[in-house]
């Protein structure tokens, strides 16, 4: 696990499309909602250009979510929850998605509202078993 600027990378030893097809069934089998799914290198190719795969997963859970935001509203610039599945140069291929503890210290949350979300990184780690 590698963590900047409140990222965290994790190397996939699958394909990006099934990295986020992974998670999604980790996420949904935990009652977590999918919000949407973006494939950013669909997207890309629609206007004619070229994008390595990429694709961006959107979840959460509004019973967790809210109480975060009505403690600090301005979270829900990054709630939903977001997870991003892309392929690097080297045709690796990684699953980005922000520090619990980077939001925490961004939006000077209290560690209980933090667990809120902090759970959804072993639902991550499970999806790249």
Same mark, same amino acid.
């Given at each position: 696990? $590698?963590?900047?600027?409140?990222?965290?990378?994790?190397?996939?030893?699958?394909?990006?499309?099934?990295?986020?097809?992974?998670?999604?069934?980790? &996420?949904?089998?935990?009652?977590?909602?999918?919000?949407?799914?973006?494939?950013?290198?669909?997207?890309?190719?629609?206007?004619? &250009?070229?994008?390595?795969?990429?694709?961006? &997963?959107?979840?959460?859970?509004?019973?967790?979510?809210?109480?975060?935001?009505?403690?600090?509203?301005?979270?829900?610039?990054?709630?939903?929850?977001?997870?991003?599945?892309?392929?690097?140069?080297?045709?690796?291929?990684? *699953?980005?998605?922000?520090?619990? $503890?980077? *939001?925490?210290?961004?939006?000077?949350?209290?560690?209980? &509202?933090?667990? $809120?979300?902090?759970?959804?990184?072993?639902?991550?780690?499970?999806? *790249?078993?």
């Amino acid at each position: 696990m $590698n963590a900047s600027n409140g990222i965290i990378n994790q190397p996939s030893p699958y394909s990006v499309p099934t990295t986020i097809d992974r998670l999604e069934a980790v &996420l949904q089998a935990k009652g977590i909602t999918i919000f949407a799914r973006i494939d950013q290198q669909a997207e890309a190719e629609k206007v004619g &250009l070229r994008l390595s795969p990429t694709q961006l &997963l959107l979840f959460g859970n509004p019973k967790a979510g809210t109480p975060l935001m009505v403690a600090e509203p301005t979270i829900a610039l990054d709630l939903p929850l977001k997870a991003l599945a892309w392929e690097a140069a080297d045709n690796k291929v990684w *699953l980005s998605y922000n520090d619990p $503890n980077y *939001l925490k210290q961004r939006f000077s949350l209290c560690d209980e &509202l933090i667990k $809120n979300i902090a759970v959804t990184t072993p639902l991550i780690n499970q999806a *790249l078993l």
